[in-house]
């Protein structure tokens, strides 16, 4: 069976809860793989089946988790940071540049198209987070109307130091003009851009209520 195929037939979704992908993730991590992959592979994701103790390593979390799902379509999947306690820190349309505007609340807000696994689209307004590594965040109930596909869960720590378990899925998104696949974090909160998005383009703020937010590619 094909990972498509899986898809195709069926849902994926986390079999044990946040604290169990913790706990029998980061003990197969340090007692059986750390060892096979620190060396050489400093900065890129390892992907770890917590059920059966295989693992993939990719550049990013979905490469990772995809490569390990051609073998184990079922796999039930922890990702981390080789190198890292965490793999992303949170902290502190059809264009071709990006435009949003500062609220009054001085927070930097871009509007953003998300299409989920049936090309279904939703718009939404994400606050750009430069603290936060990873992509782009959206909140549980965004995910389930896109039926967008769970592929991991992963342990991020926050801007107080603190470290919480998150859902890792994959969607599209329209950047620069350009359909882009990119992983999502999965938070309550409200829908975060973060510099994983931002990579190879220039950012600009005026920092006023109603200031003008522009994003352009750099080449």
């Known amino acids: 069976m094909t990972v498509q ?27 059986q793989v750390r ?32 490569q390990l799902l051609k073998r184990y379509p079922d796999a039930q999947i922890f990702g981390i940071r080789i190198g890292h306690r965490a793999v ?13 505007n500062v609220n009054t609340i001085r927070e930097a807000i871009i ?18 987070d430069t603290g936060y590594t990873g992509c782009l965040t959206l909140p549980s109930a965004v995910i389930t109307n896109l039926g967008l596909i769970w592929y991991m869960q992963q342990q991020g720590i926050l801007g107080d130091g603190s470290f919480c378990m998150f859902n890792v899925y994959e969607a599209l998104v329209i950047w620069n003009g350009q359909i882009k696949p990119v992983e999502i974090n999965e938070s309550e909160a409200e829908p975060l851009v973060g510099m994983g998005l931002l990579e190879g383009f220039e950012l600009k703020i005026q920092a006023v209520a109603g200031g003008l937010v522009t994003i352009a590619a750099l080449h």
């Not at 195929?5 to 007692?31: L, N, T, V």
């Not at 992303?88 to 949003?100: D, L």
């Open 35 to 66: 060892s096979q992959v620190e060396a050489n592979n400093y900065g890129k994701i390892v992907a770890i089946d917590i059920e059966t103790g295989a693992f993939e390593v990719g550049n990013d979390s979905l490469t990772a988790a995809k």
């Open 88 to 100: 992303h820190r949170f902290g502190f349309r059809y264009i071709r540049m990006i435009i949003g």
């Open 111 to 128: 509007p953003l198209a998300v299409l989920g696994e049936n090309k279904q689209k939703q718009e939404i307004r994400a606050v750009i």
């Open 5 to 31: 195929q899986h898809f195709d037939s069926a849902q994926r979704k986390p079999r044990y809860s946040k604290e169990e992908f913790a706990q029998r993730g980061g003990k197969i991590y340090e007692s």
